[in-house]
């Protein structure tokens, strides 16, 4: 059995656990924390802080965390829609740039868009978050919830639910560091922002389902994507009917 010392040990989970630097990224696509670059001079709106100190304990939500299918006529506020961004990929240590949810190598090659329908002060168009700032740019104007509902299969909590989020992924990014391993951490990571939504959503009292069945092409074409971005997961997110 190979040995090794536990001074090389440690530097390698070091290594693994630090922020890439921007040698790491995809080449002009972010800055040295992996944040999204701005598509232009595109609207852009703050979000509320974030609650740190919720009522429901997490093994609370983790016993009532169901899938949601069905939803209420009722709008998300500006507060909520900032929260569940904020569980996806919100920053959760400024000096280092670490967020909610855990990324190989902090390669952070996930982007999450919300398609706004009916949210409080907030226009219906189809939006990315920004996590440093904590804050949403407009991609596009108008409902896109018609369009993800058309790639999505016509599955029905696509076009009922106040608010559908899409996440994305750069794989590019993390193949930097990882290769060929990064398809498979990328999918992972993938899972770790659902599990955080819908946990949030269990905090909020509101429901969600996680949504894996749609024409890939459909819906990098419905969400504006960059080439070498593509689509992984969407998640309508409404008040349980």
Not at 17 to 41: C, K, L, M, Q, V
Not at 63 to 69: F, L, P, Q
Not at 71 to 87: H, I, N, V
Not at 220 to 238: F, I
Request: aromatic letters at 6%; glycine letters at 10%; charged letters at 25%.
């Amino acid at each position: 059995m190979l040995r090794v010392p536990f001074s090389l040990l440690l530097l390698m989970m070091m290594t693994a656990a630090a922020p890439a630097g921007p040698g790491d990224r995809e080449t002009g696509g972010d800055n040295e924390r992996g944040a999204p670059r701005s598509r232009g001079r595109s609207e852009s709106i703050e979000l509320p802080k974030p609650d740190r100190d919720g009522e429901l304990s997490v093994e609370q939500a983790l016993e009532r965390r169901r899938s949601v299918r069905e939803y209420s006529d009722e709008p998300l506020t500006l507060a909520e829609l900032g929260q569940l961004l904020w569980a996806a990929q919100g920053i959760t240590e400024p000096r280092r740039g670490f967020r909610a949810a855990p990324s190989a190598g902090a390669t952070f090659p996930m982007e999450v868009y919300a398609a706004v329908g009916e949210v409080e002060d907030v226009p219906a168009g189809l939006y990315r978050y920004l996590p440093d700032g904590h804050r949403i740019e407009r991609v596009a104007e108008g409902d896109h919830r018609p369009a993800l509902f058309e790639a999505g299969l016509r599955q029905a909590p696509l076009a009922e639910a106040p608010l559908v989020l899409a996440f994305t992924a750069v794989v590019q990014r993390t193949a930097s560091r990882y290769g060929a391993r990064a398809e498979r951490y990328v999918q992972i990571e993938a899972g770790h922002l659902s599990q955080n939504i819908y946990l949030q959503c269990e905090a909020l009292g509101l429901g969600t389902v996680a949504i894996g069945a749609f024409h890939d092409d459909e819906l990098s074409r419905a969400l504006a994507l960059d080439d070498g971005e593509r689509p992984l997961y969407l998640m309508p997110v409404g008040r349980p009917r």
